[in-house]
């Protein structure tokens, strides 16, 4: 979601927070600003829409000096608008902040008491003004500070300057990512490495409820209690080719593209000679008699998959929570149970939430996440990387098919522990495995032929998905995509349930994605399609070769898949499903990297 940078450095400040917002854009957002302090002046800039506006701004407004805080922001309280884009000041205070504050409205309430009022409809302008006033009773800034963090509910990473402060900066987190890179006599702040990137890779990383005192040449962490605390200071190497297009038109086609690749990546990752092996202590399934996993979004689509294989293939029992419902629920959680949270950025707040609840309950907290520096990384007891690399796009694409790796790994890694398969069995399943980066590929060279059907389903109002057994959270999954970037209305259905309501949507204009490999339900899904086509639906079936020369008369088009194993049809069918939301987005002109409304990190619940 929003973007935080700051920098107490040796050189001008402004260019080198706009190219790290540069960095951050993937993650979402509708304006920005920065603010710096020069010979003693706070002054700031702001724009909405895109960083290159800012940039504009800053040729004919420049903004001079070497200590200085920015933002991307992403809207929550108050419209998109100049006045309620970060940075937002109060007397000498400047401060950025990614979250929400709770209790805004009665901390309001309490300044315009005190004779504070807010000029913006945001609740980050508050976070400056209880500073202001802290400070107005003779409070210095470390006091002001703590007071002030005491004062606020909510979720929030955020970052302070202040007015004739050429070297101080304040930072705190809670329940929102934050990291300080160190340099050679400089100091960076970043919401996200990546933006820090280029400036260093030697990166600490606040713990929950930490704050900060920043200076050049001092660093002084305090935990949620007051007590100055030490944390450790990491090496993190970021490859940033992958934050490049490498050629493309858009991120989102090069991850699409890339999935072949990182695939194989995290498949050599995690076996060797064909054997499969877990970070230490690993897992034993024997300890579990169920499975809880937690997620948002396409993550928890990539969970309901993991379901089928879990219980067809292990014999063990799986639930399937959306993070933002499961501890609303206050869900039971028996001892034997494995937690089991998926999520790329590995900083999903309503994710993390749910870990959270699980503590204490659950037998063992396994995450699977991209970024092995993340929160809900650094609060599991075992984490498996995906292995994905940097994933610009918002909407996710080679994340979900290594997360679906990931997850049948250790379906199969249950199934021998549980005696449901032996180790040659086994074997056998990691061979096909080892295959499928190669019918990837296949899959990927009907690119063409699918953005020729992208063109008309981009003319639709509304568009049905269907699939059967493993091929329905595709379905759903499907729908996900193609509304994300192509704005497009789609649902994703179990075929089965076509006739218990969603075919009274059925006539000529919309279109239905049929995903149907050759499998063992594939003739109860050709029965639903022939019900679609019975009543002059506008069938585009998406299967394999026998099921192509089965199936494909009287279909609308047909898109022809590489043979797969039917347990691996999940992995494989996500690549069509990208690429026609893909192309119906770039048919329509939308932002496909960049989607309205939406956030690469949901960093708030």
Not at 151 to 172: K, T, Y
């Amino acid at each position: 979601m929003c973007g935080i940078v700051g920098v107490l450095g040796n050189h001008q400040a402004a260019p080198l927070m706009v190219e790290a917002l540069k960095r951050l854009e993937y993650r979402g957002y509708d304006s920005a600003g920065i603010a710096t302090v020069d010979h003693g002046t706070l002054d700031r800039r702001r724009s909405v829409g895109k960083l290159v506006n800012l940039s504009d701004l800053l040729v004919h407004e420049p903004l001079s000096g070497r200590i200085g805080i920015g933002h991307t922001r992403w809207a929550t309280h108050g419209a998109p608008s100049v006045s309620n884009a970060h940075p937002h000041r109060a007397g000498p205070v400047a401060v950025v902040h990614n979250g929400i504050i709770e209790n805004y409205r009665a901390l309001r309430a309490d300044l315009a008491a005190a004779g504070l009022r807010c000029q913006t409809e945001t609740d980050t302008e508050t976070i400056a003004l209880l500073m202001q006033h802290l400070l107005d009773q003779g409070l210095d800034l470390r006091a002001a500070t703590a007071q002030a963090l005491a004062r606020l509910q909510g979720a929030f990473a955020l970052a302070m300057i202040f007015d004739g402060q050429e070297d101080l900066m304040i930072v705190a987190r809670r329940g929102s990512p934050l990291a300080i890179g160190h340099g050679d006599g400089e100091v960076f702040v970043g919401s996200d490495a990546l933006a820090l990137a280029p400036l260093t890779d030697r990166i600490t990383y606040l713990d929950e409820g930490d704050w900060a005192v920043l200076s050049r040449d001092r660093i002084e962490i305090y935990d949620a209690s007051g007590r100055e605390v030490e944390r450790q200071m990491q090496i993190v190497t970021i490859d940033l080719s992958q934050a490049e297009k490498g050629g493309h038109r858009h991120f989102m086609a090069k991850e699409i593209a890339e999935q072949p690749t990182v695939l194989g990546d995290a498949l050599n990752h995690y076996l060797r000679d064909d054997m499969l092996v877990l970070p230490e202590p690993g897992l034993d399934f024997l300890r579990y008699d169920r499975i809880t996993m937690v997620a948002c979004g396409t993550a928890y689509y990539a969970c309901v998959v993991a379901k089928y294989w879990f219980e067809q293939i292990a014999g063990l029992n799986v639930e399937v929570d959306f993070a933002s419902e499961f501890r609303y629920r206050e869900p039971p959680i028996p001892s034997r149970t494995l937690a089991l949270f998926v999520s790329q950025s590995g900083e999903t707040a309503d994710t993390l939430a749910a870990l959270r609840y699980c503590e204490g309950k659950a037998a063992r907290i396994v995450s699977v996440v991209n970024v092995v520096q993340s929160s809900i990384a650094r609060e599991s007891d075992m984490v498996l990387p995906i292995r994905a690399g940097v994933e610009i796009g918002v909407a996710s694409t080679k994340a979900f098919t290594c997360q679906l790796a990931v997850l049948y790994l250790l379906a199969l890694k249950a199934a021998v522990d549980r005696s449901k398969i032996d180790p040659d069995e086994q074997a056998a399943h990691i061979d096909r495995l080892r295959h499928l980066p190669g019918l990837m590929n296949a899959a990927l060279a009907q690119s063409a032929e699918i953005a020729e059907v992208a063109k008309s389903v981009a003319e639709a109002k509304d568009v049905l998905f269907l699939g059967r057994g493993a091929m329905y959270p595709l379905a759903l999954e499907g729908a996900l995509k193609l509304k994300e970037i192509s704005y497009i209305h789609a649902e994703g259905y179990a075929s089965g349930e076509l006739k218990h309501g969603p075919i009274a949507l059925v006539d000529p204009s919309v279109p239905v994605i049929v995903l149907a490999p050759s499998d063992a339900l594939f003739e109860k899904t050709v029965s639903n399609m022939q019900e679609v086509m019975a009543r002059d639906g506008k069938v585009l079936l998406i299967t394999d070769a026998p099921g192509a020369r089965h199936a494909g008369e009287g279909c609308w088009k047909v898109v022809v898949m590489p043979e797969v194993p039917a347990e691996l049809a999940p992995m494989l069918y996500a690549i069509p499903a990208q690429l026609l939301a893909y192309h119906a987005a770039v048919a329509k002109g939308t932002d496909v990297d960049q989607p309205r409304n939406l956030a690469k990190s949901v960093t708030v619940e």
